[in-house]
């Protein structure tokens, strides 16, 4: 028997993997089963070149469980190991400085692991004490047993085999039981071992009998060696490739179709990757691509890294838009700088990213060619993911744009270039810039998206989650072009042919006007409301609500970007437009002149005379140097102007006296208020009761 110490050069190495892999702890099964897949496939290139000329025979690697001894045993029967081998690559760890390794880390069981090679190490991490009974598949060898508890020290003795091959047999530690449970054990096969190349067997298949579930003969297959991204595309079918889909994601809705990537020069790449069902949750849809390398699970966190301060990293294995898909990429020339675990960012990687992102888009652009309505029947789903790339992937958008489409409120769908060709001879305003107008809620904008039919506009449907960025950045793209909400002002005034028609009202009476109903406005909490006189047509809406473009944009983006959240606070912004043409609006106008006229009189009487009083200090004053102009002088014009401002008082309470018990005036913005979702509660119930008070 050999008794010697692991060459380490520090005496505290299972201490320091035990305390700084825990939290990892559970790679320790893929590590086990892989070394094992490893062995059998390396046994089986050796019979493939003749260098081995015995009987494969049975290569299932086993796993096993034995509470009672409480062990966890993974046997194969591969190349094994000699003696020397044992000594060779068991007992041989190239281990760095103790304090450069912990500083370094520290934070990363998988970084530990890969870093130095110390796969089969991570064994300790839920072990008291490992052993390794080996026999080589060379002739004439003999078995050994190797086996350490724990510390730097091991034995290597002579031990009975008759078969090739390695049995690993974990003791599992006191603080790691739950590794004894066969549901646990099964659980981690099935994540990382359920399409590793060589059959692994865990216990047997059970059968119900005697009212109960009891084993059969039949061993417990967990993997598929061969699956559906190993083999040819042209000999899969759609159900193929929809039953594979199932597999993956079990409560998953059928996807919208898929593509089978494969490609051996300049690197090594397989996969299929699906366009899932999806419209509005781009956060819990993220992270359902797996990587494998060589059959192997390695993560599911592909997208990229980011900074501190939210940016990007270049460097994620799928560009980031791409994390939305489903499916599978498997590739051994991944650059991995821990064990199977974490992807390195370096120039292969960018490649692959590119590769995938093109295979994307030509399989997007191929559908949209040959099938250009089965395309349009998907895009509601696909939309999401377009605009994601465009926003996230730079040069996507130059990818994108030949099968990118445009839906308008009709459901009708168009390319960009289409639907520019559609607009431009009638939503061009004075200033040659192109309108694209949208509504996001057909029925909540009824109303005016009717007003712009009316005028022979079209108008587009952009409801989805990131339609907002979207349109900000198409607007950058699309040379002179605007976007603009149906509801962002007046009709004429969306898209500005001419200069604006002259107010048909003086300015005093338009200001009473404006006051009678800016005075009735509701107080609806962080929400300002601005009133404004238009001559619109005698055909037009009597009042009109419209919310500034810029505003309410800037508010929908600062959901998504950092650094925009104070848009966010600010409170919405909101003009009531009086159509001074109106009949209604008319009315309304003659009877408040008609109840405030006599009570007015004496109050503008005293305005005119103050407003001349102050313009004739003013103009005295204008003469003289500031220090020549004395403190009286001062007080005159001050007291003056408050004057002027008490009157002013006086008057908006008369306006507002006669508004509040005018029914009409009630109405329009009730109205206004009803047909922009902003009437509720005891306000919608006053109004009903108005409403048919009105009609009786």
């Given at each position: 028997m050999q008794k010697g110490n692991i060459g380490v050069?520090?005496?505290?190495?299972?201490?320091?993997?035990?305390?700084?892999?825990?939290?990892?702890?559970?790679?320790?099964?893929?590590?086990?089963?892989?070394?094992?897949?490893?062995?059998?496939?390396?046994?089986?290139?050796?019979?493939?070149?003749?260098?081995?000329?015995?009987?494969?025979?049975?290569?299932?690697v086993r796993v096993s469980l034995d509470k009672d001894k409480g062990t966890l045993t993974i046997s194969d029967r591969g190349i094994g190991m000699t003696e020397e081998e044992i000594d060779k690559y068991i007992n041989q760890i190239a281990f760095s400085g103790v304090t450069d390794f912990l500083d370094k880390y520290k934070d990363s069981a998988n970084a530990i692991i890969g870093h130095f090679g110390l796969g089969f190490y991570s064994s300790f991490m839920v072990s008291k004490k490992v052993e390794i009974i080996t026999k080589s598949y060379k002739d004439g060898a003999k078995a050994v047993k190797w086996s350490c508890d724990g510390s730097p020290e091991f034995t290597i003795e002579d031990a009975e085999k008759a078969e090739r091959g390695s049995d690993i047999v974990l003791y599992i530690d006191d603080d790691c039981k739950e590794y004894l449970e066969k549901a646990q054990i099964e659980q981690l096969l099935q994540k990382y071992c359920k399409f590793m190349p060589v059959t692994i067997a865990f216990g047997k298949e059970t059968e119900w009998k005697d009212g109960k579930q009891v084993d059969t003969d039949k061993d417990h297959i967990i993997n598929n060696v061969e699956p559906l991204w190993t083999k040819t595309p042209s000999t899969l079918k759609d159900e193929d490739y929809k039953s594979f889909y199932r597999t993956l994601y079990p409560m998953s809705d059928e996807p919208l179709f898929w593509i089978h990537l494969n490609v051996d020069y300049p690197f090594n790449l397989t996969g299929i990757l699906y366009f899932p069902r999806i419209k509005n949750s781009l956060e819990l849809q993220r992270n359902k691509i797996q990587l494998y390398c060589n059959q192997v699970f390695v993560t599911d966190q592909l997208e990229a890294t980011r900074e501190p301060d939210g940016t990007a990293k270049t460097g994620g294995i799928v560009p980031e838009f791409l994390t939305l898909l489903h499916g599978v990429i498997d590739s051994p020339d991944i650059p991995l700088n821990v064990s199977r675990s974490y992807l390195q960012s370096d120039r292969k990687v960018k490649q692959i990213s590119t590769y995938i992102t093109?295979?994307?888009?030509?399989?997007?652009?191929?559908?949209?060619?040959?099938?250009?309505?089965?395309?349009?029947?998907?895009?509601?789903?696909?939309?999401?993911?377009?605009?994601?790339?465009?926003?996230?992937?730079?040069?996507?958008?130059?990818?994108?744009?030949?099968?990118?489409?445009?839906?308008?409120?009709?459901?009708?769908?168009f390319t960009f270039e289409e639907y520019r060709t559609l607009i431009k001879d009638t939503q061009t305003d004075k200033d040659g810039n192109l309108i694209y107008l949208y509504a996001n809620n057909k029925e909540e904008q009824y109303t005016y998206i009717e007003a712009a039919r009316q005028k022979g506009y079209s108008v587009l449907l952009m409801d989805g989650q990131l339609d907002t960025p979207a349109m900000s950045m198409l607007e950058q793209k699309f040379e002179k072009s605007r976007f603009t909400r149906v509801d962002a002002d007046i009709i004429d005034r969306l898209i500005v042919k001419e200069d604006a028609p002259k107010q048909t009202l003086d300015a005093d009476t338009a200001d009473n006007l404006s006051q009678a109903f800016r005075s009735q406005m509701p107080s609806l909490e962080k929400t300002e409301f601005y009133v404004e006189v238009q001559a619109l047509g005698e055909n037009a809406q009597p009042v009109l609500i419209t919310q500034s473009e810029y505003m309410r944009r800037m508010k929908d983006i600062s959901r998504y970007q950092q650094g925009m959240a104070f848009y966010a606070e600010m409170p919405d912004t909101y003009s009531l437009v009086l159509n001074s043409d109106h009949p209604l609006i008319k009315k309304v106008l003659d009877d408040e002149k008609e109840k405030t006229a006599e009570t007015l009189k004496p109050i503008l009487s005293e305005i005119k005379?103050?407003?001349?009083?102050?313009?004739?200090?003013?103009?005295?004053?204008?003469?003289?140097?500031?220090?020549?102009?004395?403190?009286?002088?001062k007080d005159d014009v001050s007291n003056t102007q408050k004057a002027i401002d008490e009157q002013r008082t006086k008057k908006q309470q008369v306006i507002a006296d006669y508004a509040k018990g005018n029914d009409i005036l009630h109405q329009l913005i009730d109205l206004a208020l009803l047909q922009n979702g902003m009437l509720k509660g005891a306000a919608l119930d006053k109004f009903l009761k108005r409403s048919i008070d009105l009609i009786k």
């Open positions: 050069t520090t005496e505290n190495i299972f201490p320091v993997i035990k305390k700084f892999l825990y939290s990892d702890h559970e790679i320790f099964l893929r590590e086990m089963v892989s070394n094992a897949v490893d062995a059998t496939q390396k046994l089986k290139t050796l019979a493939d070149k003749g260098d081995f000329k015995g009987e494969l025979g049975d290569i299932t093109k295979k994307v888009a030509d399989r997007l652009k191929a559908i949209f060619n040959e099938d250009r309505k089965a395309y349009e029947e998907k895009w509601d789903n696909l939309k999401l993911f377009i605009n994601y790339g465009i926003l996230t992937e730079e040069n996507f958008y130059d990818r994108a744009k030949d099968f990118a489409l445009l839906k308008d409120v009709d459901g009708k769908y005379g103050q407003e001349a009083r102050l313009a004739a200090l003013r103009q005295s004053q204008d003469k003289k140097k500031p220090e020549e102009i004395s403190q009286e002088e």
